[in-house]
């Protein structure tokens, strides 16, 4: 962005991005409509035509893309006193990879879906949230202000809301929905007063001037910057699920699981790393929120792994994990590893959606069931399934030469030049990841088959619209790592390269933090061994444990030791919220309807009334009829009348 | 068009002496001639908003149409003066807007009304009449007597088509309304003494022809003679006029409400005493904590289409009062109370919001989340921002149409089940899916959800009374970010209430009287949610629409204020 945004240049362009968004939206439109009425076929290639369209339109504004960012200037939207905010679209290199990962990813999800959700009533439906959401978060990414990307960011909080809350019949998966909501919007306000706080510093909301003049500012942590960015990140902790504002997430997997592989693991939750990134200048310009991002995401990443230890729900394991990784990207960011955050993000991306596709083909084998005590054997039944979620495992634990690997290991590296301590931590959550992982691999694959005779008799393979996004994706998670090569490789860092100019203003405003202070090759081969070896050593653990030695995690009614019981039960986290928030917040309103309004307003009021009353009914006595009285009594009024008047004079 | 304005008013008024003369039976035919009344009352307003010319600059009200009504000559004291004076301007024309949708509105959904049919309509009429007089006034005598006349339909549509307690919430409303207006009433008259028409006065004292435009400089030169005191006693020409009354220059010197004569009682001005006096009188009609508790009883008792009426339009008028009278005829009071009135803003946003998650009853709920969301129009009007004059009356206007589809909302559960108690329903989503599928865009509006109408109007106020620090001085940030809360809670009680009666195995509770079957809409609810829906939509998406129109004279309004302070 060192160059100033143009307009589009052709209206090719400027039509190209209305599509993109509109497409899905149209979607929505048309299958929300009609999803009682349209046969299945039709939703279906309604809802992953359209997603597909954006995508491929998005391939052309990528390969036309000539590093030059431009604006799609569609009309003003809110124009008051001195507010201007127009409702245009940017392009640059960070919103065209946002852009196709997720229409690519998307897409890949919404044939799955065609699959998964084909003997589901609400079918229609299903298809108008997933495209309402396609297009909520095209608007995140292709907003050119922060009021734009806040109307993304609370849209995809709805269809979040929506789908979770999918299959409404069932009451615990409609308190997730509520719950993840709610969490998010207390980020969101955050988010909002940020905005505020941005407009009232730099006088607009639009990025290309809110960059340009923090561009000019060289001085570091200005108490300003520094509130704004920590009111934009407890926005990015509501979203992507940071402590302490994560324990919407796990419960987000009561949604249909296509959902849990697009929104939950793929696309939304990662917007805060995308708002992170394109904040990317103020955040530079306050390493205080960078310590603190990194603080808090280490300690995600550290505290949901432990969780992830001891969970027996397939999705909920991978739920834990996501947090997890998101902490990871957020700890990259703390320490300014933006690229590589970023390329986190993608190859999280994959191998996430992957696993949870993956999950979902077992779940569908399974009819419905989700405890990985009940599973065991199944890679006789589901090759495919098996294979695919085997790379994607591979790839979570940061195996060569899978994508895992290389995203994961530039990061730790760049941990590692920041702080040893913090590189430590990241290692161990490695380790427990490949571990975690692992454990749920062989407890589902291997072993024999722990279900009842009923669900062995179900088993099968999943159908075709199934099994191709698995291989698309398993595909993705083997070879998407190396668009970024470690520096010993290869001086050719596709990504980095790619990024490099939406730096442009941070790296003017503080040229001393984006000074490299490359590795040398043997701290960094030393750094790939140490990773590659902790995993190895995780699996290994892993697998005398559940395979040699054959061990299932305990029933739910045994007895666990207090440090087993405490991890399992998530540190009774959500018990600690509710009765230090949810509960009082209710008793206080409950208090104060019933005390303040009931028992101190309306007494007041009525008693008006019935002092009047009361008063009508005394002063009847003064109607005496004695006329010296009612002389009295006027020559008192007249007196005081004029006392009255003196005073108000 | 020039008599536009009057036709908006009298239109329903004149229906309802149609209707009064109609034979008591003929049902169909008073339905239909209220109907008509008012479908052309809302062709006239959308043809008023698209003539309405924002590019006009100074206090631009237009279609205007002044007469002299009662002049009485009180000798020494000078003329009293009330004319009939009806304009448009960028403040009342969205007020205007809204009254001509919503009556139509209105009227479809009291077509099921089935007791007194002809008392019902010709109050009904009667009503909206008044409440489109209250919006066009610019004449404060002309304003109060359509504020009063509001009251008495209101009073017997409670009172005798109300539900069980309905007595006891007419004459809450009643009393409570009655109070409010005596405080206007008194500043009414204060003012009234107070201030001069010096176009008028001028003719009076031969300094200008009668019967022509008296010219800027004649005014001036009016305004300096009684100013300096050469013009008194006789000739001075009394007036009503509001726009007169937001100049400082037409007060009588030496007159109880002139700036200048800072007369005081108990050490405060009497001009500040008579803002609290004006905010009070309009505060109750908003109605702002802790003078609300008339709103709950009222819209409990009241059927559903008074419902839609009080929350759309009987409140707007509250607010719409301290837009056209008390913040331009007190800027300097409202300036002083700045910080006072965002508090009680916020302590409405909080508190309306908090009583509405421990509410049982959804109609309640929706009561006090009204009180809430009303409370956003002071924090915004309180900033005396640009961006938060502007919300709060955009927040007028969005709530207008939202709360409409709220009350409808709760009426179409009551039709059907004769209960509004949220624990008795469960599951609604499956029996009612497209009525549901309406309920969840009306609770999302109504928490703030970018897309619709409510978040533009929150987004400006909130914007607005953050920023209010730095630009106008009048309200610490703290305000709003206490503020920010009430989207929050909006957001639990709205998801709550949702998912206990819509979500979940689908119930009803089998003691409700005739096993309700809770059918999906028929056409003639969708003809009234689903136009609202598109409306909250359609201005959430382009509030250019609105806001073009409307703020150059808001931010005219504002200037004056923030110049007179």
């Not at chain 1, 362009?13 to 209305?18: E, G, P, V």
């Not at chain 1, 090759?383 to 730790?412: C, M, Q, R, Y």
């Not at chain 1, 995780?538 to 005398?544: C, D, T, W």
Request: with cysteine; hydrophobic share 55%; aromatic share 14%.
């Amino acid at each position: 962005m060192q160059t100033d945004l143009l307009p589009a240049t052709n209206s090719d362009m400027a039509l190209f991005c209305l599509l993109i968004p509109l497409l899905p939206l149209l979607g929505f439109l048309i299958n929300g409509l009609g999803n009682r009425v349209l046969p299945k076929s039709l939703i279906s290639l309604i809802g992953c035509g359209s997603v597909l369209a954006a995508f491929i339109i998005s391939l052309i504004l990528f390969f036309q893309f000539d590093g030059r960012p431009y604006v799609v200037d569609l009309f003003d939207w809110i124009n008051v006193g001195s507010l201007r905010i127009p409702f245009s679209f940017m392009i640059d290199q960070l919103s065209l990879i946002m852009l196709l990962l997720v229409t690519g990813v998307g897409f890949v999800i919404h044939v799955y879906s065609a699959g998964y959700m084909s003997h589901d009533a609400g079918f229609g439906k299903f298809f108008a949230f997933l495209n309402l959401f396609i297009f909520s978060m095209l608007l995140l990414v292709l907003g050119s202000n922060y009021v734009m990307m806040f109307i993304g960011w609370e849209g995809v909080g709805l269809c979040s809301y929506l789908l979770i809350g999918f299959w409404n019949k069932v009451t615990p998966y409609n308190n997730a929905a509520k719950k993840a909501f709610i969490v998010n919007r207390i980020g969101d306000l955050g988010f909002l007063l940020g905005i505020f706080l941005l407009f009232i510093t730099f006088g607009s909301v639009t990025f290309a001037d809110i960059f340009q003049q923090a561009g000019q500012l060289h001085d570091v942590n200005q108490p300003v910057i520094v509130a704004i960015t920590m009111l934009l990140f407890v926005g990015a902790m509501g979203k992507s699920a940071q402590l302490p504002l994560y324990t919407w997430l796990p419960d987000a997997m009561a949604g249909p699981t296509p959902v849990s592989a697009l929104i939950h693991a793929a696309t939304m939750v990662t917007a805060g790393i995308y708002m992170v990134i394109r904040s990317n200048v103020l955040y530079t310009l306050a390493p205080a929120t960078l310590d603190f991002i990194a603080i808090i995401g280490l300690a995600t990443a550290v505290f949901a792994a432990t969780i992830g230890l001891f969970q027996n729900d397939i999705k909920k394991v991978l739920a834990y994990s996501t947090v997890s990784q998101l902490g990871y990207m957020f700890l990259a960011l703390g320490v300014m590893a933006y690229t590589s955050s970023m390329f986190h993000v993608l190859t999280h991306a994959f191998f996430k959606a992957l696993l949870f596709l993956g999950a979902g083909s077992v779940i569908h084998a399974m009819s419905g069931e989700q405890d990985i005590r009940s599973m065991g054997g199944l890679r006789k039944y589901l090759p495919v399934t098996f294979i695919t979620f085997l790379i994607g495992t591979l790839a979570i634990s940061g195996i060569p030469p899978f994508a895992g690997f290389f995203s994961k290991d530039e990061l730790l590296a760049q941990v590692y030049e920041h702080s040893k301590i913090m590189w430590a931590f990241g290692l161990l959550t490695s380790f427990m990841t490949a571990f975690y992982m692992f454990r749920l691999l062989f407890l589902t694959f291997f072993g024999t088959f722990r279900g009842t005779d009923k669900q062995r008799h179900h088993l099968h393979e999943s159908p075709a619209s199934m099994t191709i996004p698995l291989i698309i994706l398993a595909i993705l998670s083997t070879v998407g790592g190396f668009m970024g090569l470690p520096a010993v490789f290869s001086e050719n860092h596709i990504l980095s390269n790619f990024l490099s100019p939406i730096f442009g203003y941070a790296r003017q405003a503080v040229p001393s933090a984006f000074e490299a202070a490359h590795l040398d090759h043997a701290t960094e081969y030393m750094l790939m061994a140490i990773s590659v070896a902790v995993a190895v050593v995780a699996i290994i653990l892993a697998y005398v444990i559940y395979v040699s030695k054959k061990s299932v995690p305990a029933d739910e009614r045994t007895e666990l030791s207090p440090l087993h019981k405490l991890v399992y039960n998530k540190y009774y986290i959500d018990e600690i919220y509710n009765a230090l928030i949810v509960r009082p917040l209710m008793w206080l309103s409950t208090g104060l309807y019933r005390f303040v309004e009931k028992g101190l307003v309306d007494p007041i009021v009525n008693g008006f009334g019935k002092g009047v009353i009361l008063g009508g009914r005394n002063l009847r006595f003064l109607q005496t009829g004695a006329i010296g009285f009612y002389l009295f009594a006027m020559v008192l009024s007249i007196a005081l009348i004029l006392f009255l008047n003196f005073i108000i004079r | 068009m020039d008599y536009i304005l009057s036709s908006l008013i009298f239109i329903p008024l004149l229906a309802v002496l149609i209707i009064l003369c109609l034979p008591k039976h003929f049902t169909q035919g008073i339905k239909l001639v209220a109907l008509l009344a008012t479908s052309l009352q809302l062709i006239l307003s959308v043809w008023l908003y698209s003539a309405f010319d924002a590019s006009a600059t100074v206090q631009g009200y237009q279609f205007v149409q002044q007469l002299n009504w009662i002049s009485l000559n009180l000798q020494s004291l000078g003329l009293l003066q009330i004319q009939y004076f009806v304009g448009v301007d960028g403040i009342s024309l969205s007020m205007v807007l809204l009254t001509g949708l919503i009556s139509v509105i209105g009227i479809i959904s009291s077509w099921t009304i089935s007791k007194n049919i002809k008392g019902y309509f010709a109050l009904y009429l009667l009503l909206v009449g008044s409440v489109m007089g209250c919006f066009l006034a610019l004449d404060f005598f002309l304003f109060y007597l359509f504020f009063e006349f509001m009251l008495l339909p209101m009073y017997f549509l409670i009172g005798i088509w109300g539900g069980p307690r309905r007595e006891y919430a007419a004459i809450k409303f009643f009393i409570y309304t009655l109070i409010g207006s005596l405080l206007i009433l008194i500043v009414m008259i204060g003012l009234y003494t107070s201030a001069f028409d010096p176009a008028a006065t001028a003719v009076r004292a031969n300094l200008a022809p009668a019967g022509q435009v008296v010219s800027a400089e004649v005014v001036a030169e009016v305004q300096r003679q009684v100013a300096a005191g050469t013009l008194t006693g006789a000739s001075i020409v009394h007036t009503f006029s509001i726009p007169d009354m937001q100049q400082a220059a037409n007060f009588i010197p030496g007159s109880i409400l002139n700036i200048l004569s800072e007369k005081q009682l108990w050490d405060i001005p009497v001009r500040y005493l008579a803002f609290l006096l004006l905010f009070i009188g309009f505060a109750i009609k908003l109605p702002v904590v802790p003078v609300h508790t008339w709103l709950p009883d009222a819209h409990v008792e009241a059927p559903t289409p008074i419902s839609v009426l009080l929350a759309s339009l009987l409140l707007k008028v509250g607010g719409y009062g301290l837009f056209r009278i008390v913040y331009p005829v007190f800027p300097e009071a409202a300036a002083y109370y700045a910080y006072f009135v965002g508090l009680v803003g916020v302590l409405s946003i909080i508190y309306g919001a908090m009583c509405a998650l421990a509410m049982a009853d959804l109609k309640k709920l929706i009561a006090y989340s009204s009180v809430s969301h009303m409370g956003f129009v002071l924090l915004g009007l309180a900033s005396l921002t640009s961006e938060g004059t502007n919300g709060a009356m955009y927040q007028m206007f969005s709530h207008g149409l939202i709360s409409a589809m709220l009350f409808i909302i709760t009426g179409v559960i009551y039709d059907r089940s004769g209960s509004r108690m949220i624990d008795n329903f469960r599951g609604l989503a499956f029996s009612m899916p497209a009525f549901t599928a309406l309920v969840v865009v009306a609770f999302f509006a109504s928490l703030g959800l970018p897309g619709f109408s409510g978040f533009i109007a929150e987004l400006l106020v909130l914007l607005g009374a953050f920023s209010s620090s730095a630009v106008s001085g009048m309200l610490p940030r703290w305000l709003a970010i206490v503020a920010t809360g009430g989207l929050l809670l909006g957001a639990a009680y709205y998801l709550w209430a949702l998912q206990r009666m819509f979500f979940g195995k689908h119930w009803v509770h089998p003691e409700l009287k005739g096993e309700p079957v809770m059918t999906d809409l028929t056409k003639r609810e969708y003809l009234m949610l689903v136009p609202l829906a598109i409306l909250v939509l359609i201005f959430g998406l382009f509030p250019s629409l609105l806001l073009n129109k409307i703020s150059p004279d808001i931010n005219y309004f504002l200037q004056s204020v923030l110049q007179n302070r």
